[in-house]
């Protein structure tokens, strides 16, 4: 079935520092989700990305969809403590599912 | 408006014990998923339901079953638990895309 990887698994940054988180699906997507977890809370939606080699912005957060619809990341320029938890992919192919990946933690030290 | 409601928040049952879990889409979702997510992994998809028609099912045994009713609020139903039952259980509307999570049932099986 389909498999849906994330790396890092945790990462650690001092506040200030930028972060980035990888995506990478054993088949090709319809589309891209990213979500983010606070600690103790549920997965709060944040963008989808559709098109092949598309990159969107929000704020500090730049989303990247790859070209061959396979792989994306999320980048995080000069952290802040607000940032904290952990960042979810998940990919649909089908439009009935989302699969995600195992996530990465972010951890940042003020 | 009120977000994804699911109820109870938190719930501890017998091995061999049957749960059901309730949720409330965001008025005018007619769409309602359910994953379950295991303290530490990407939530796992169960079942999807559009307009009371099963979309999609994951990769879960008989035991999980579900059902959507007309004004759209579902339930998940879990036989006989196991104590790999013990989870997360969230419930997720969607309108057109990206979905919107439940706070969750926290399962506990002992």
């Known amino acids: 079935g389909q498999q849906v990887m994330q790396i890092p698994q945790y990462q650690h940054v001092q506040e200030g520092e930028d972060f980035t988180t990888y995506c990478n699906s054993s088949?090709?997507?319809?589309?891209i989700q990213w979500y983010k977890q606070r600690p103790g809370g549920h997965p709060v939606f944040l963008i989808q990305?559709?098109?092949?080699?598309e990159v969107k912005k929000q704020k500090r957060l730049t989303f990247q969809f790859g070209e061959a619809k396979k792989n994306s990341s999320l980048h995080i320029t000069a952290t802040q403590t607000t940032d904290v938890g952990t960042y979810f992919c998940?990919?649909?192919?089908?439009?009935?599912?989302?699969?995600f990946g195992e996530g990465t933690q972010l951890t940042v030290n003020p | 408006d009120a977000g994804v409601t699911q109820s109870p928040t938190h719930l501890i049952k017998t091995r061999g014990q049957h749960v059901t879990l309730r949720c409330s889409p965001i008025?005018?979702?007619?769409?309602v998923s359910w994953y379950q997510q295991v303290l530490g992994q990407g939530p796992q998809f169960i079942f999807q339901?559009?307009?009371?028609?099963?979309?999609g099912r994951g990769n879960f045994p008989d035991r999980f079953s579900a059902r959507q009713f007309p004004n759209y609020s579902s339930e998940l139903n879990v036989n006989a638990l196991l104590l790999g039952d013990s989870a997360l259980y969230l419930c997720?509307?969607?309108?057109?895309?990206?979905?919107?999570f439940g706070s969750g049932t926290r399962l506990t099986v002992v």
């Open positions: 339901y559009y307009e009371k028609e099963e979309r």
């Open positions: 990305l559709v098109k092949s080699g």
């Open positions: 008025s005018g979702h007619k769409s």
């Open positions: 998940a990919g649909d192919t089908s439009g009935s599912r989302l699969t």
């Open positions: 088949t090709t997507l319809s589309n």
């Open positions: 997720a509307s969607s309108l057109v895309y990206g979905y919107t």
